[in-house]
């Protein structure tokens, strides 16, 4: 440890469209270590090993390597620093052969020289042999595995003999078995004296396999430890750590009949098996890490993309959902988790956008009358304070917050029923977000069923009643807000690698 | 035992097994009804048919792998042509390869602008070559002054290359067409410039992330294939002993579009091997040649091509989609 | 960068609103509404032919059919595809009538089974882009061969003509001294505007071009507005086949060859814009008319027709370029 650390990371801050996302990170990673990055979905780990990576660059702060000064601009400059990212679904080229996936793009070779096909093959088949994995190194990567397409990074990475290599989440989407053949490749890439960055949720994969750990929360680092001597309840506590805000906004509203009930429902690949309810005037949350799931449950329930199997009720009666149209029909909402993609018309007006989900009111006889259309209009941006120049630009001018505030508007003017919020206040200012709490809880205070997606904790345990977690495309808890806790909520979303049929759906 | 069926299995799953099964059985129906069909004389008429499809049809594949279209082709070769014939008419004291070198090199131009436009602007290249398929043919009639060059003109040694034959009794033209096509082979398969091509169509945003130079790599594409279009230009002088400018070339490009797609070249990029284009050129050849001596109007070609397009593609869409299924449930099992 | 740390400190909740006269005058439309304008004053210069309105209205009755489908392309553009294969369903929904009037059929009823094949070729087209999820760019290349194709193995090589008189020469009827054809467009673009203009599926038509994993989140039913549009443009292109007809007093198989390009040429010009979202009848109407002056100035300047090619490809690329640049300017 006398010489200079592999990566030393000084005062590393990165702000996206005016929201600091990383602030002041110090960090030195050493040769021969495994080091984890942790923390909530959003806490600013994996922002932190793209700037690493030359996926983005830092607003502020320096990188040295091996303590000289360097800039990594860009990807190519990254691999070139032997620096690699493997993405938990790896970027490649579908249609080409693994072999040359290895090779492309390295600049050391002559645009005209001729592929050395043999040689390539070879080359490719020793890494595989190397690394203990069987691939066929002639196949497409099209037709690989999420566990062999990282394999394949991972090659790539020996191929340019990178010494440090990022892997962000990799277990996620891999078999218990495929979990134990990366952790043992890693092992033997440090024991080489290579750095492996390991981002994961998963604790007790942290506790195997990682040398030192580093928590981020809310765009900061937190604490670097020495993994050997913490527990995972010291880490959770890490992880969590801030005092909780208590924003009970709930008004004591009625709670009711069930209002929406799923039973079965199952969509191979995604989810299995999801049963739960949601009464009148209870707002039930539902919790998970990214990739549980939730998302897809929410799609399936408003039929995006219906669900193969399970049934649906609203209001007792078993109904059928084949697109969203009949989901509104029915007096459902969907406040969809990408905002600029699924939710908002971004070159329209605001006037539009709010107005989309109502047609037969603002064209009573066919034609669209624009004192209808100005009035709704108006009565949702005094309603939800929508700030704005003009109800007429175009809403991709106007602040995420206030952009949310017109979605949310849409659906108002639906009088829905249930509504499913998916992470309705990410991305949004801390003051805007406390104006939605208030509106969610007076939405359910009038008696509408309401499903929060989140992944905000302290969020969930402020609005919810009851509380729901999914793990692995699973139901893994079904909480009552006197037994939720954020250490709870934690437990039931970190997956149980190799262990699921154990759970229950409480 | 089980060495053969691998070996069938990997056969069957080729497209361009597929594809040759199709020759095969189309030779031997269309053969059955009209023995004419399997004669050296017929096969003599596929042949010759096949190089002007051929020469173009390698520059169409490459805009294909790598996720473009080149709409423009049939009015570059056209402009070609033309340049040839005014050369060969108006300075008959040229040498005939420097009005063939002028005549590929004009090509290569168009070819070019074509490239520059697409990538500078960031437009779909199917519009801009939908522009430029007009904007060409008015170059064709503007240089021409909107006269065909008269068959008198055409050296006879041009004409000649679809006449005589070094070897075996394959006229010039054919051989040329396939010395194409093994060129072309050797680039996309043994040059890493080659396989940027197929990089860059399978995923464009993936390309420039390993150092891959889009811009020139596309422009060098469009170029490539007006060059080889313009080749084509000389063929058609070659076949036909004429170039007119309202006639030569139109519509040419769906004739190669379908013969590519035939092929297995898929229009989503990435995909797409110079063996199957060859084959898929000749069958679209075989099926030209079969229709008049089963009795069918000629008038049915373009049903044929249409119909051979959309359902190229709707094979292409269920193999996508087949895979992406196989590779989600793969996921579920696991 | 400096600008940008500004921004964070106040912490913005919308960009100022465009002044008024930004919004109103920068926009493709006023682009198209200036080119008209000063091609007719250089083609008053260049012929006195052009002060007459009669004569522009009877050189109109050449290009009025194309533009009659590019105002129905238009919407198909503006919902985020294309249709490449108008020209094509003209010619194959016209051979459709003139050889079942030669066989014997009721003009009436060809008439009828006409516009019944366009309502077909359009499903056709629909039912690939919209149930199989293939691209219409590509697949309206493939649909335009093989309707030419059936065109021609209905037809052959031969003209088909001797109508009755009455259905000849459509282009020489007048209303209030306007051609007929010219008055189908008129009405047709009136009618188009309203749509698009005032209600629910016009307003539709764009937020499906906006965004079309938006729209399917509200609730709009894009796949049925998406098939609906294709129907509407077999539909059109049927008619422009038997205005066609009607002028030409007989039909080829090779009616309109390469028609597609003016239209979409008519569109481009008029502003829509080529990604989908944005673009207005007005645009095309003006556009329309735009192409007649460009057409006929240049035939009475004695420009070869065929040199007109030229200008065609060139402006259909200038105009994308100059749309793009336009909406890229007024979208920050």
């Given at each position: 440890?006398?010489?200079?650390?592999?990566?030393?990371?000084?005062?590393?801050?990165?702000?996206?469209?005016?929201?600091?996302?990383?602030?002041?990170?110090?960090?030195?990673?050493?040769?021969?270590?495994?080091?984890?990055?942790?923390?909530?979905?959003?806490?600013?780990?994996?922002?932190?090993?793209?700037?690493?990576?030359?996926?983005?660059?830092?607003?502020?702060?320096?990188?040295?390597?091996?303590?000289?000064?360097?800039?990594?601009?860009?990807?190519?400059?990254?691999?070139?620093?032997?620096?690699?990212?493997?993405?938990?679904?790896?970027?490649?080229?579908?249609?080409?052969?693994?072999?040359?996936?290895?090779?492309?793009?390295?600049?050391?070779?002559?645009?005209?020289?001729?592929?050395?096909?043999?040689?390539?093959?070879?080359?490719?088949?020793?890494?595989?042999?190397?690394?203990?994995?069987?691939?066929?190194?002639?196949?497409?990567?099209?037709?690989?595995?999420?566990?062999?397409q990282?394999?394949?990074?991972?090659?790539?990475?020996?191929?340019?003999?990178?010494?440090?290599i990022?892997?962000?989440?990799?277990?996620?989407?891999?078999?218990?078995?495929?979990?134990?053949?990366?952790?043992?490749?890693?092992?033997?890439?440090?024991?080489?004296?290579?750095?492996?960055?390991?981002?994961?949720?998963?604790?007790?994969?942290?506790?195997?396999?990682?040398?030192?750990?580093?928590?981020?929360?809310?765009?900061?680092?937190?604490?670097?430890?020495?993994?050997?001597?913490?527990?995972?309840?010291?880490?959770?506590?890490?992880?969590?750590?801030?005092?909780?805000?208590e924003?009970?906004?709930?008004?004591?509203?009625?709670?009711?009949?069930?209002?929406?009930?799923?039973?079965?429902?199952?969509?191979?690949?995604?989810?299995?098996?999801?049963?739960?309810?949601v009464?009148?005037?209870?707002?039930?949350?539902?919790?998970?890490?990214?990739?549980?799931?939730r998302?897809?449950?929410?799609?399936?329930i408003?039929?995006?993309?219906?669900?193969?199997?399970?049934?649906?009720?609203?209001?007792?009666?078993?109904?059928?959902i084949?697109?969203?149209?009949?989901?509104?029909?029915?007096?459902?909402?969907?406040?969809?988790?990408?905002?600029?993609?699924?939710?908002?018309?971004?070159?329209?007006?605001?006037?539009?956008?709010?107005?989309?989900?109502?047609?037969?009111?603002?064209?009573?006889?066919?034609?669209?009358?624009?004192?209808i259309?100005?009035?709704?209009?108006?009565?949702?941006?005094?309603?939800?304070?929508?700030?704005?120049?003009?109800?007429?630009?175009?809403?991709?001018?106007?602040?995420?917050?206030?952009?949310?505030?017109a979605?949310?508007?849409?659906?108002?003017?639906?009088?829905?029923?249930?509504?499913?919020?998916?992470?309705?206040?990410?991305?949004?200012?801390?003051?805007?977000?406390?104006?939605?709490?208030?509106?969610?809880g007076?939405?359910a205070?009038?008696?509408?069923?309401?499903?929060?997606?989140?992944?905000?904790?302290?969020?969930?345990?402020?609005?919810?009643?009851?509380?729901?977690?999914?793990a692995?495309?699973e139901?893994?808890?079904?909480?009552?807000?006197?037994?939720?806790?954020?250490?709870?909520?934690?437990?039931?979303?970190?997956?149980?690698?190799?262990?699921?049929?154990?759970?229950?759906?409480? | 035992?089980?060495?053969i069926?691998?070996?069938?299995?990997?056969?069957?799953?080729?497209?361009?097994?597929?594809?040759?099964?199709?020759?095969?059985?189309?030779?031997?129906?269309?053969?059955?009804?009209?023995?004419?069909?399997?004669?050296?004389?017929?096969?003599?008429?596929?042949?010759?048919?096949?190089?002007?499809?051929?020469?173009?049809?390698?520059?169409?594949?490459?805009?294909l792998?790598?996720?473009?279209?080149?709409?423009?082709?049939?009015?570059?070769?056209?402009?070609?042509?033309?340049?040839?014939?005014?050369?060969?008419?108006?300075?008959?004291?040229?040498?005939?390869?420097?009005?063939?070198?002028?005549?590929?090199?004009?090509?290569?131009?168009?070819?070019?602008?074509?490239?520059?436009?697409?990538?500078?602007?960031?437009?779909?290249?199917?519009?801009?070559?939908?522009?430029?398929l007009?904007?060409?043919?008015?170059?064709?009639?503007?240089?021409?002054?909107?006269?065909?060059?008269d068959?008198?003109?055409?050296?006879?040694?041009?004409?000649?290359?679809?006449?005589?034959?070094?070897?075996?009794?394959?006229?010039?033209?054919?051989?040329?067409?396939?010395?194409?096509?093994?060129?072309?082979?050797?680039?996309?398969?043994?040059?890493?410039?080659?396989?940027?091509?197929?990089?860059?169509?399978?995923?464009?945003?993936?390309?420039?992330?390993?150092?891959?130079?889009?811009?020139p790599?596309?422009?060098?594409?469009?170029?490539?294939?007006?060059?080889?279009?313009?080749?084509t230009?000389?063929?058609?002088?070659?076949?036909?002993?004429?170039?007119?400018?309202?006639?030569?070339?139109?519509?040419?490009?769906?004739?190669?579009?379908?013969?590519?797609?035939?092929?297995?070249?898929?229009?989503?990029?990435?995909?797409?091997?110079?063996?199957?284009?060859?084959?898929?050129?000749?069958?679209?050849g075989?099926?030209?040649?079969?229709?008049?001596?089963?009795?069918?109007?000629?008038?049915?070609?373009?049903?044929?091509?249409?119909?051979?397009?959309?359902?190229?593609?709707?094979?292409?869409?269920?193999?996508?989609?087949?895979?992406?299924?196989?590779?989600?449930?793969?996921?579920?099992?696991? | 960068?400096?600008?940008?740390?500004?921004?964070?400190?106040?912490?913005?909740?919308?960009?100022?609103?465009?002044?008024?006269?930004?919004?109103?005058?920068?926009?493709p439309?006023?682009?198209?509404?200036?080119?008209?304008?000063?091609?007719?004053?250089?083609?008053s210069?260049l012929?006195?032919?052009?002060?007459?309105?009669?004569?522009?209205?009877?050189?109109?009755?050449?290009?009025?059919?194309?533009?009659?489908?590019?105002?129905?392309?238009?919407?198909?553009?503006?919902?985020?595809?294309?249709?490449?294969?108008?020209?094509?369903?003209?010619?194959?929904s016209?051979?459709?009538?003139?050889?079942?009037?030669?066989?014997?059929?009721?003009?009436?009823?060809?008439?009828?089974?006409?516009?019944a094949?366009?309502?077909?070729?359009?499903?056709?087209?629909?039912?690939?882009?919209?149930?199989?999820?293939?691209?219409?760019?590509?697949?309206?290349?493939g649909?335009?061969?093989?309707?030419?194709?059936?065109?021609?193995?209905?037809?052959?090589?031969?003209?088909?003509?001797?109508?009755?008189?009455w259905?000849?020469?459509?282009?020489?009827?007048?209303?209030?001294d306007?051609?007929?054809?010219?008055?189908?467009?008129?009405?047709?673009?009136?009618v188009?505007?309203?749509?698009?203009?005032?209600?629910?599926?016009?307003?539709?038509?764009?937020?499906?071009?906006?965004?079309?994993?938006?729209?399917?989140?509200?609730?709009?039913?894009?796949?049925?507005?998406?098939?609906?549009?294709?129907?509407?443009?077999?539909?059109?292109?049927?008619?422009?086949?038997?205005?066609?007809?009607?002028?030409?007093?007989?039909?080829?198989?090779?009616?309109a060859?390469?028609?597609?390009?003016?239209?979409?040429?008519?569109?481009?010009?008029?502003?829509?814009?080529?990604?989908?979202?944005?673009?207005?009848?007005?645009?095309?109407?003006?556009?329309?008319?735009?192409?007649?002056?460009?057409?006929?100035?240049?035939?009475?300047?004695?420009?070869?027709?065929?040199?007109?090619?030229?200008?065609?490809?060139?402006?259909?690329i200038?105009s994308?370029?100059?749309t793009?640049?336009?909406?890229?300017?007024?979208?920050?």
């Amino acid at each position: 440890m006398a010489d200079a650390p592999l990566i030393a990371a000084r005062g590393i801050s990165k702000q996206f469209a005016g929201v600091e996302v990383l602030s002041d990170v110090d960090l030195d990673l050493v040769a021969g270590e495994i080091h984890a990055l942790l923390g909530e979905n959003g806490a600013g780990k994996s922002t932190f090993a793209k700037i690493l990576a030359g996926v983005h660059r830092p607003t502020r702060g320096t990188l040295a390597l091996n303590g000289q000064p360097v800039e990594v601009n860009n990807p190519i400059v990254a691999q070139r620093l032997g620096i690699t990212l493997i993405h938990q679904e790896p970027i490649s080229f579908p249609d080409m052969s693994v072999a040359e996936n290895l090779v492309l793009g390295r600049s050391d070779n002559a645009l005209l020289g001729r592929v050395p096909w043999a040689e390539m093959e070879q080359g490719a088949k020793d890494l595989m042999t190397q690394l203990g994995v069987r691939i066929d190194v002639t196949k497409p990567m099209r037709g690989l595995s999420i566990a062999d397409q990282q394999m394949v990074e991972i090659a790539r990475a020996l191929a340019s003999d990178s010494r440090l290599i990022i892997m962000d989440e990799p277990t996620a989407p891999l078999t218990p078995k495929e979990v134990d053949t990366l952790f043992k490749i890693a092992r033997r890439l440090r024991d080489e004296g290579r750095t492996i960055v390991f981002i994961s949720h998963r604790l007790e994969e942290v506790q195997a396999l990682c040398d030192r750990a580093t928590i981020f929360r809310d765009g900061a680092l937190v604490d670097t430890v020495e993994v050997a001597d913490v527990t995972d309840e010291d880490i959770i506590k890490l992880m969590i750590g801030r005092p909780l805000r208590e924003l009970i906004h709930k008004t004591g509203s009625e709670i009711g009949e069930v209002a929406l009930e799923v039973s079965g429902l199952t969509q191979p690949g995604t989810f299995k098996n999801i049963s739960f309810s949601v009464r009148k005037g209870e707002i039930v949350g539902l919790a998970g890490l990214v990739g549980a799931g939730r998302t897809d449950v929410a799609r399936a329930i408003f039929g995006v993309a219906p669900a193969q199997s399970g049934t649906i009720s609203v209001n007792g009666a078993q109904v059928s959902i084949a697109e969203p149209s009949d989901a509104i029909d029915l007096g459902l909402a969907f406040v969809p988790e990408d905002r600029a993609v699924a939710g908002i018309f971004k070159t329209l007006s605001v006037e539009h956008n709010i107005t989309a989900t109502v047609p037969g009111k603002i064209a009573p006889r066919g034609f669209i009358s624009r004192s209808i259309e100005k009035a709704l209009t108006a009565e949702s941006v005094k309603q939800l304070r929508i700030r704005l120049a003009s109800v007429r630009q175009p809403i991709g001018e106007l602040s995420g917050g206030n952009q949310q505030k017109a979605i949310l508007a849409r659906w108002l003017h639906t009088d829905p029923q249930i509504l499913i919020l998916d992470e309705p206040t990410r991305g949004i200012d801390i003051g805007v977000k406390a104006e939605f709490y208030d509106m969610i809880g007076k939405l359910a205070a009038d008696g509408r069923a309401i499903l929060l997606i989140s992944s905000e904790l302290p969020e969930l345990l402020a609005l919810c009643d009851r509380i729901l977690v999914m793990a692995e495309g699973e139901l893994t808890a079904d909480l009552v807000r006197a037994d939720a806790t954020q250490e709870t909520i934690m437990h039931a979303a970190v997956p149980k690698t190799g262990n699921h049929a154990q759970e229950n759906a409480a | 035992m089980s060495l053969i069926t691998k070996f069938l299995s990997t056969l069957l799953h080729r497209r361009e097994a597929g594809i040759a099964v199709m020759i095969v059985l189309l030779a031997l129906v269309v053969g059955a009804i009209q023995p004419r069909f399997l004669t050296l004389e017929t096969l003599r008429i596929i042949a010759l048919a096949i190089p002007l499809i051929l020469i173009a049809a390698m520059g169409q594949m490459m805009v294909l792998v790598a996720r473009h279209v080149d709409l423009s082709i049939g009015s570059i070769l056209a402009f070609s042509s033309i340049i040839a014939g005014i050369m060969f008419r108006d300075l008959p004291e040229v040498p005939i390869i420097i009005s063939i070198i002028a005549a590929i090199a004009c090509g290569a131009a168009l070819g070019f602008v074509n490239g520059v436009i697409v990538t500078l602007f960031k437009l779909p290249s199917i519009i801009v070559t939908l522009g430029t398929l007009s904007l060409y043919r008015g170059l064709v009639f503007l240089v021409s002054g909107a006269r065909q060059v008269d068959p008198q003109y055409i050296p006879r040694s041009l004409i000649e290359m679809s006449q005589t034959s070094p070897i075996f009794g394959i006229p010039w033209i054919v051989i040329l067409a396939f010395v194409i096509a093994l060129l072309t082979y050797f680039f996309l398969d043994h040059v890493r410039l080659g396989r940027q091509i197929y990089a860059l169509g399978s995923n464009p945003v993936a390309a420039p992330l390993r150092g891959i130079k889009v811009v020139p790599l596309t422009i060098l594409v469009f170029t490539m294939s007006g060059a080889l279009a313009g080749l084509t230009g000389i063929i058609y002088a070659s076949r036909f002993g004429y170039v007119n400018p309202g006639i030569t070339g139109v519509g040419f490009e769906f004739t190669v579009i379908a013969a590519v797609v035939i092929g297995g070249v898929s229009i989503n990029g990435g995909v797409g091997t110079v063996l199957g284009t060859v084959l898929g050129v000749i069958l679209l050849g075989m099926v030209n040649v079969a229709l008049p001596l089963l009795g069918v109007s000629a008038f049915w070609q373009d049903v044929i091509y249409g119909a051979v397009i959309v359902i190229a593609l709707l094979i292409d869409k269920s193999v996508r989609d087949r895979s992406a299924r196989a590779l989600a449930a793969a996921r579920s099992a696991a | 960068m400096t600008t940008r740390t500004e921004t964070v400190k106040h912490t913005r909740d919308s960009a100022d609103a465009r002044p008024m006269w930004q919004v109103v005058l920068v926009r493709p439309e006023v682009m198209t509404f200036a080119l008209l304008v000063g091609a007719f004053i250089i083609a008053s210069n260049l012929s006195p032919f052009f002060s007459d309105a009669q004569f522009i209205l009877e050189s109109s009755t050449y290009y009025v059919e194309y533009s009659i489908i590019a105002l129905v392309l238009t919407l198909v553009i503006i919902s985020g595809e294309i249709d490449l294969s108008p020209a094509a369903m003209m010619a194959l929904s016209a051979c459709v009538f003139a050889a079942l009037y030669q066989a014997g059929l009721p003009i009436g009823l060809a008439m009828i089974a006409s516009l019944a094949t366009g309502v077909l070729m359009g499903l056709f087209n629909g039912i690939l882009v919209v149930v199989f999820k293939l691209p219409s760019i590509i697949v309206t290349i493939g649909t335009l061969t093989l309707y030419r194709g059936l065109a021609q193995v209905l037809a052959g090589d031969r003209s088909i003509g001797k109508f009755p008189q009455w259905f000849n020469g459509i282009d020489y009827r007048l209303i209030l001294d306007v051609p007929v054809p010219v008055i189908v467009f008129v009405i047709i673009s009136i009618v188009l505007a309203a749509i698009l203009g005032t209600t629910v599926v016009g307003r539709q038509i764009y937020q499906v071009g906006t965004s079309e994993i938006a729209s399917i989140h509200a609730g709009i039913r894009v796949r049925r507005i998406k098939l609906g549009l294709f129907v509407a443009m077999g539909v059109a292109s049927s008619i422009g086949g038997l205005l066609t007809a009607s002028r030409l007093a007989s039909v080829r198989y090779d009616m309109a060859t390469g028609g597609e390009l003016q239209m979409v040429l008519m569109v481009m010009l008029g502003g829509t814009y080529i990604f989908g979202g944005r673009g207005s009848i007005l645009g095309t109407f003006l556009a329309s008319w735009l192409l007649v002056i460009i057409a006929t100035g240049m035939t009475v300047a004695n420009i070869a027709i065929t040199a007109q090619l030229i200008v065609m490809g060139a402006l259909l690329i200038i105009s994308i370029i100059a749309t793009n640049a336009i909406y890229a300017r007024t979208q920050r």
